[in-house]
């Protein structure tokens, strides 16, 4: 049988690299958005980020967001527009929740060979323990606890600040926040950590009361870390006030367990500096996360290449 000419060999090596699957995974946060290509044996490909990608900033926006990511992530994978056609999408997306978000998202047209949507807590989750059933809690700016259970979405807590989100940053913010102005009034012994909180108004109340009024969730969680260091030097309002929000943290995670969720992971930016102060019985509970959220995302477009985006799109 006569061997084909190296020019032909060369072309079935394109047409091959063009035709086998790929997988985008999109996590589309509230700060900024990711993109990864990796191919069917899991290998890394390409790469892109881009700003913000949330519902609340409107779908147009964010969906702008998200095409920006995964075109710098195509275009490092040496990816064509024509080749969109065998490349399958998971997304995670934050505010996907909102009512009828998912909906308008999924009615968007597209050329990929398909498109799945997801919140940006599961993809979490599904990267944390590599499809299998588990769960996460997030402490960082907010907090709630998800989990996935037989293919069931499990979510508790994360209605907002300041009605939810115990034991979050923002939280921490604001109970050392009440904390000092009860110090200011004499209701309460001062301590260095209550001191440091006024200070940062200029030891008037009255500028804290101009600051709430149009503080953001983000800008009390900027009173977390010295709310830690003080706890960590054995401040009693500041261990007060980290105990507190252990004991919520410690809610979320039994909760999960208690809906049938084998393993838990802490994520968020405050995540290891809590871990410490949470029970005994929770942190035996605990599992470090085994990826991140965009390996979840392409774990969900792996899925929906075996069983049909439709399905996927149900996760």
Not at 123 to 152: E, K, M, N, P, W
Not at 156 to 173: K, M, N, V
């Amino acid at each position: 049988m006569p061997r084909p000419q190296a020019g032909a060999v060369r072309r079935a090596d394109q047409a091959r690299v063009v035709t086998t699957p790929l997988f985008i995974g999109v996590d589309g946060g509230g700060t900024g958005c990711r993109a990864r290509v990796e191919d069917a044996e899991g290998n890394v490909r390409g790469a892109g980020i881009s700003g913000p990608a949330t519902t609340r900033l409107g779908f147009d926006q964010a969906m702008e967001s998200i095409e920006t990511a995964m075109q710098g992530a195509l275009e490092e994978a040496g990816q064509k527009p024509e080749d969109r056609a065998s490349i399958h999408v998971g997304i995670g997306l934050a505010g996907l929740g909102r009512k009828g978000a998912r909906e308008a998202l999924e009615a968007r047209p597209h050329a990929f060979a398909s498109v799945s949507f997801a919140t940006d807590g599961l993809i979490a989750c599904l990267g944390a323990h590599s499809g299998q059933d588990g769960g996460i809690v997030i402490v960082g700016t907010g907090s709630f606890g998800l989990a996935r259970v037989a293919g069931q979405e499990i979510r508790l807590g994360g209605y907002g600040f300041p009605i939810s989100d115990e034991g979050s940053g923002a939280d921490l913010g604001l109970q050392s926040i009440r904390l000092a102005l009860r110090a200011y009034d004499g209701r309460l012994d001062s301590t260095p950590l209550l001191a440091d909180v006024l200070a940062r108004f200029g030891g008037d109340p009255a500028e804290a009361v101009a600051w709430m009024d149009k503080a953001s969730a983000t800008e009390y969680a900027t009173f977390a870390p010295l709310v830690m260091r003080h706890a960590d030097n054995g401040d009693p309002a500041g261990r007060r006030i980290v105990q507190g929000a252990a004991e919520q943290i410690d809610g979320l995670v039994r909760a999960l367990v208690e809906r049938g969720a084998p393993r838990i992971a802490l994520i968020g930016g405050l995540s290891s500096a809590i871990e410490p102060w949470l029970a005994p019985d929770v942190r035996r509970k605990l599992k470090p996360v085994d990826s991140d959220a965009v390996s979840g995302a392409i774990l969900m477009a792996r899925e929906a290449a075996g069983s049909g985006a439709s399905e996927a799109s149900a996760i």
